[in-house]
């Protein structure tokens, strides 16, 4: 198992590098970039806020509102701008996989909104996308519970890796993306694509569990980086 290497030469357990940068923005209330293999993120949080949409708004709760959109030269093929049902999954999942770590009852009657823009794509954006949101989320000054972040893991060759290219998603035998707080383990987000036994499954959950938290390092050192050189 530990001697497989995979196609673009990493081992079964290893990460494509990774870049996040917290605050990149001026006009967003809170930001971060970030690169994953291949992929490309960028994320503008604003709020908690007043929204001039109403109905969306709850007297007892704030609530947040995810936008995951891929850029039209995001891929190999265009994308066809605007919304469609792969990104309003993706957008509903971000916010379904955010929403436990925020402390939403405390901003009732407010919104936040956090917007995803994938500007370029190879495999694994919507963990990206949220590992990327819950740093522009920290930037925003919105108090939290634990920093959300993702990671996948997968079948390829008959083999459990974590992380999979976007070449590995599409000859894969399955993808696993999960997301996690931290702090205390617990999932927010678990998806499941794709032929895996048992036993496989559960390897699949551990590795992406062990990804998450060498991501969530990564997190922490982007956020620190942001703060410590302004004081
Ligand atoms: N992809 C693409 N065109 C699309 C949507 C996705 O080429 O319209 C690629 C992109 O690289 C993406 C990958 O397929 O990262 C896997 O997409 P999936 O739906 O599995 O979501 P993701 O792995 O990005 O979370």
Same mark, same amino acid.
Request: hydrophobic residues 35%.
């Given at each position: %198992?530990? =001697? ?7 081992? $079964? ?13 001026? @006009?967003?209330?809170?930001?971060? $970039? ?7 993120? #960028? ?21 947040? @509102? &995810? ?17 469609? @049902? ?7 999942? !971000? ?13 009732? @009657?407010?919104?936040?909104?956090? $917007? ?8 694994? !954006?919507? &963990? ?35 992380? #999979? ?15 996690? %707080?931290?702090? !205390?383990? =617990?999932? !927010? ?22 990804? &998450? ?7 922490? =050192?982007?956020?620190?980086?942001? $703060?410590?050189? =302004?004081?």
């Amino acid at each position: %198992m530990s =001697e497989f290497i995979r196609k673009d030469g990493r081992k $079964y357990d290893e990460l494509r590098p990774i870049k996040i940068e917290a605050g990149v923005l001026e @006009r967003a209330d809170g930001s971060a $970039y970030l690169e994953f293999g291949g992929n490309k993120i #960028l994320v503008a949080v604003y709020g908690p806020r007043e929204s001039y949409i109403r109905r969306l708004l709850k007297p007892n709760t704030g609530v947040i @509102r &995810c936008r995951y959109n891929m850029a039209p030269f995001s891929v190999d093929d265009r994308k066809r701008p605007g919304p469609d @049902r792969r990104s309003s999954e993706i957008s509903k999942i !971000t916010a379904d996989a955010l929403r436990p770590a925020l402390m939403l009852e405390n901003y009732p @009657r407010s919104m936040i909104d956090v $917007y995803i823009e994938v500007i370029e794509a190879e495999g694994g !954006t919507r &963990c990206a996308g949220i590992t990327a949101a819950s740093v522009a989320l920290v930037d925003a000054g919105i108090p939290m519970k634990d920093i959300v972040v993702g990671c996948a893991a997968g079948k390829v060759d008959d083999e459990v890796v974590l992380d #999979l290219s976007e070449y590995e998603d599409k000859e894969g035998q399955a993808d696993i993306p999960i997301a996690i %707080m931290p702090r !205390t383990g =617990e999932i !927010t987000l678990l998806q499941s694509d794709g032929d895996l036994t048992e036993e496989e499954f559960q390897k699949a959950i551990d590795l992406a569990m062990e990804g &998450c938290l060498k991501v969530s390092e990564l997190q922490k =050192e982007a956020l620190m980086k942001k $703060y410590s050189t =302004e004081q």
